[in-house]
């Protein structure tokens, strides 16, 4: 038996078509959206309907390939900050200057959402090492006695979400928010 067969790599002209209906699609997400047509990202990026479904054959395929490269930069800022700062700082720093920043853009709020919620399978790896890095900060967290045992990343991915959504536009509300979510995020002391 012979070695398995790889898959063949793009051809140049198939490879500018995936480039492109990729950049168009960010476009058209940032200005509709992540429920975008499909036949309106296809015309703008001047292909055909079966040529944007021959590279992507559903929307959760196309919005994955749109935003690998912010969920990539959310798990590789999630791993630097575990290795720069204390557990506990670690985790709620990331979550303010990575994690709630990012929900400002529709499609990586979406496609993070979806990755908590169903974890489509085209979202399948990415979404593995992004939940590695993300667990990891949380058991250091709760390791160091910084987070209460009784929680998990998800429960802190959607508290803070939740909070990105519902403070739109009000930057002291999500302080306000945030403090209160990390406060009760702290094991309770015990009374002296």
Partial sequence: MGAP???RPMRADARRNYEHIVATAREAFA?????????VIARRAGVGPGTLYRHFPTREVLIEAVYRTDIADLTDRAAEFA???APGEALECWVREHFL????QRGVATTLKDALARAPEAFSQDKERF?????????????????????ETRDIL???????????????????????????????????
């Avoid at 509709?32 to 499909?38: D, I, K």
């Fill in 131 to 151: 939940n590695d890095a993300t667990d990891e900060l949380v058991r250091a967290a709760q390791d160091a006695g910084a987070v209460r045992q009784d929680v």
């Fill in 158 to 192: 959607r508290m803070a979400y939740g909070i990105a959504v519902t403070s739109e536009g009000a930057p002291e509300s999500r302080e306000r928010m945030l403090t209160v979510m990390f406060d009760g995020l702290r094991p309770a002391r015990p009374f002296e």
């Fill in 101 to 104: 920043p990012a929900q400002e």
């Fill in 5 to 7: 067969s790889q898959p």
């Fill in 83 to 85: 290795e720069r700062h």
């Fill in 31 to 39: 200005e509709l959206g992540p429920e975008a047509p499909l036949d």
